[in-house]
């Protein structure tokens, strides 16, 4: 595709419940980060992987964050029994090496609210 | 503290007038320097990378690094209201570190 999609791009959940969050990288994008981002701050670095393998996952707040990318293609963000600190913008962005280095190409977020 | 630091603002100038915006990182070794912009309620796009101490310019935008200072900034010259927005700078320290954003207002 000709950017990065994530779906769903809205998530209600009731506190407890699991969610899965999805992301589609630009194809042929080595890398792929997620972010947690809440309201008035900057993206929060959760997870990387570059192509399937998980290379850090220092980011992610809890055991009950858990990603994936069993082919090196799409990625998904499981979070288990949610709770309302979870509710946040979750943002995907993928990268490839070029001239600007590390730049990355973000999707457009997926917001997930925990009531 | 923070790895990268931003004044929060919001930063308020008039349409015309040069925008300035700070950001200090705490890792001495990082080498790359990315400002992106973000709109309300959309994701972040970059503006300008940077890896070199000095300026690095690009159109209305100018980049500064001074690795010496662990300090980078974005100028914004000619500023327009359509450039309202955050700021974020991010520095590649292993993976990437943002800052927490400064809101820029740019009043007609």
């Known amino acids: 595709g000709a950017g990065v999609s994530q779906s769903p791009r809205y998530k209600v959940a009731k506190r407890g419940q699991d969610v899965a969050l999805r992301c589609d990288p630009i194809?042929?994008?080595?890398?792929l980060f997620w972010y947690q981002q809440a309201l008035g701050q900057g993206p929060e670095f959760l997870t990387y992987?570059?192509?399937?393998?998980?290379?850090?996952k220092s980011g992610l707040p809890s055991d009950r964050f858990f990603a994936e990318r069993p082919e090196g293609s799409v990625s998904t963000l499981k979070i288990q029994r949610t709770q309302q600190e979870d509710s946040a913008v979750y943002l995907c962005?993928?990268?490839?090496?070029?001239?600007?280095?590390?730049?990355?190409?973000f999707g457009p977020g997926t917001r997930l609210t925990v009531l | 503290q923070k790895e990268v630091e931003q004044n929060s603002g919001p930063l308020s100038v008039p349409e015309g007038a040069i925008a300035s915006l700070n950001c200090t990182y705490s890792?001495?070794?990082?080498?790359?320097f990315f400002w992106y912009r973000q709109y309300s309620g959309k994701s972040p796009e970059l503006i300008m990378f940077?890896?070199?101490?000095g300026d690095k310019e690009d159109g209305r935008f100018t980049a500064q690094l001074n690795k010496a200072s662990q300090y980078v900034s974005l100028l914004i010259r000619d500023s327009q209201p359509s450039d309202s927005a955050t700021y974020l700078c991010?520095?590649?320290?292993?993976?990437?570190?943002f800052g927490a954003g400064t809101r820029l207002t740019v009043k007609p």
């Open positions: 962005a993928s990268s490839s090496p070029g001239p600007s280095g590390n730049e990355q190409f």
């Open positions: 194809s042929g994008h080595v890398s």
């Open positions: 992987f570059q192509n399937e393998a998980q290379l850090d």
């Open positions: 890792d001495r070794g990082s080498q790359s």
């Open positions: 940077i890896y070199s101490n």
């Open positions: 991010a520095v590649n320290m292993n993976d990437m570190r």
